[in-house]
């Protein structure tokens, strides 16, 4: 039983966990996770799932996903008969009153929906995966020299079920480099795996690059794949004006996680948002939603 902090009622809900009873199956059982490592965390299994999520026969799974899982239809662009297959579906824009955001440039927001732990003062070459496993920063991006210039900055990990939006954007104005890419596995990034797989974002699939902000410096960006994650999709442009909640990309099917890191004094997270995140809960956000603000 996952618990994720309301930050409107200020209560815990429990998260409805789709697949809940193959993940523990996946990670738990010594036949699971036997099977996980001989094929589910492999490409493969992950390639053919996505490809089946782009033919017009996963269709059929649509109406029954949004009934178990209660999604709100009404803030989506499309209507159910407009989506050719599951993906379509999964990779849904939503109206631009759906996610308000917050345009002041002193205050930081979401990239994206989705489960949010907050950390500062980290330590480049201990950072938290969950409690007991970390994992550093030079071993996540492969870049030793970008990693060190973090030292003591802050951390902000979204989790994304497959449940949610899942687009994610920029936080602020201004430019970004290109993305780098660094193949890997396809465990899934559920905290039942993250509490069993050593170092699981080093090990999966990712895509990072450096954010140029105007209010918050150099920004990481990283897009960790997961498990049935067909493909991670970059639609902004290198080394062109950004403006603040433009979309940076999208992932296809499957829970997935996005990574900030920001250099030390550059921004103050929410204290409701840290609080939770020392007491080990994760806090539910939408893009948009202010999370911070500029340090000064």
């Given at each position: 039983m ?21 993940i ?21 299994f ?5 490809k ?21 239809m009404s ?24 996610r308000?955001i ?22 480049v070459n ?10 550093s ?5 492969q870049?030793?020299d ?7 900055g ?12 899942h687009?994610?954007?920029?936080v ?8 780098n ?6 465990y ?11 170092k ?7 895509e990072?690059?450096?954010?140029h ?13 997961a ?6 999709i ?6 062109k004006?950004?403006?603040?909640g433009?979309?940076?990309?999208y992932f ?16 103050i997270?929410?204290?409701d ?6 007491l080990?809960f ?12 500029k340090?000064?």
């Amino acid at each position: 039983m996952i618990k994720i902090y309301n930050r409107n009622s200020k209560k815990y809900d429990t998260e409805n966990v789709a697949g809940g009873n193959y993940i523990k199956w996946c990670y738990e059982s010594p036949i699971g996770k036997s099977f996980t490592e001989l094929l589910i965390k492999k490409k493969l299994f992950s390639k053919v799932y996505g490809k089946y999520c782009d033919n017009n026969l996963s269709k059929n799974k649509i109406s029954s996903f949004i009934n178990d899982f209660d999604i709100d239809m009404s803030i989506c662009k499309n209507n159910l008969n407009d989506f050719r297959n599951f993906n379509d579906f999964f990779i849904r824009e939503l109206n631009d009153d759906a996610r308000p955001i917050d345009m002041d440039t002193d205050k930081l927001i979401s990239p994206g929906d989705g489960r949010l732990f907050a950390y500062t003062d980290i330590s480049v070459n201990d950072l938290v995966q969950v409690k007991d496993i970390t994992y550093s920063l030079a071993e996540l991006i492969q870049d030793n020299d970008i990693a060190n210039e973090y030292e003591g900055g802050v951390c902000l990990i979204l989790r994304l079920c497959p449940t949610d939006y899942h687009r994610f954007h920029f936080v602020d104005y201004g430019t970004c480099e290109k993305t780098n890419f660094i193949p890997g596995n396809y465990y899934s990034v559920n905290p039942t795996a993250l509490e069993r797989v050593a170092k699981l974002y080093c090990q999966n699939k990712r895509e990072w690059c450096v954010f140029h902000s105007e209010n918050f410096g150099d920004i990481i960006h990283v897009e960790v794949g997961a498990t049935c994650v067909g493909s991670i999709i970059q639609n902004y442009k290198e080394n062109k004006p950004i403006s603040k909640g433009d979309e940076k990309g999208y992932f296809k099917f499957g829970g997935s996680t996005t990574i900030l890191f920001f250099k030390p004094n550059t921004i103050i997270v929410d204290e409701d948002i840290l609080t939770q995140s020392s007491l080990g809960f994760e806090t539910k956000v939408n893009m948009g939603e202010t999370i911070g603000k500029k340090y000064r």
